[in-house]
């Protein structure tokens, strides 16, 4: 079982950084697959960006550019930089764990989400 949990959302302007974190519990945290996504009101869950336990990452075309997947696997933790911030980029964002993909249904694990505004 792995437990996730997210931070650093917040209200933030258009043009701004935001860096969120989620941190893992419960199995070998270098092992796992992670990533993140979002889901706004009205909206499916979207795939954001993904990182394999050995560090090849990939991003929805909608972010790629302004948004960064790293992770500190001495700290457990996986990280989403956010900058160049748009009104579009509102959303819950999600952290979660399991195979390498942008499809929600390959992710077995879920943190709570953390919520993002980014106001015009």
């Known amino acids: 079982q792995v437990q996730l949990v997210e931070s650093g959302g917040g209200l933030v302007q258009a043009g701004g950084s935001l860096r969120l974190s989620c941190a893992a519990s419960?199995?070998?945290?270098?092992?796992?697959?992670m990533g993140w996504f979002r889901q706004a009101p009205g909206k499916e869950r979207e795939f954001v960006a993904a990182?394999?336990?050995?560090?090849?990452?990939y991003y929805a075309d909608s972010v790629k550019g302004r948004f960064t997947i790293s992770r500190d696997n001495a700290k457990n933790t996986v990280y989403l930089q956010m900058n160049s911030l748009k009104p579009e980029d509102t959303a819950v964002y999600y952290c979660?764990?399991?195979?390498?993909?942008?499809?929600?249904?390959?992710?077995?694990?879920w943190g709570q989400g953390t919520q993002v505004t980014v106001s015009s």
């Open positions: 979660a764990a399991g195979s390498y993909s942008d499809y929600p249904a390959a992710y077995d694990h």
């Open positions: 419960g199995r070998t945290f270098s092992t796992l697959s």
């Open positions: 990182i394999r336990w050995s560090g090849n990452r």
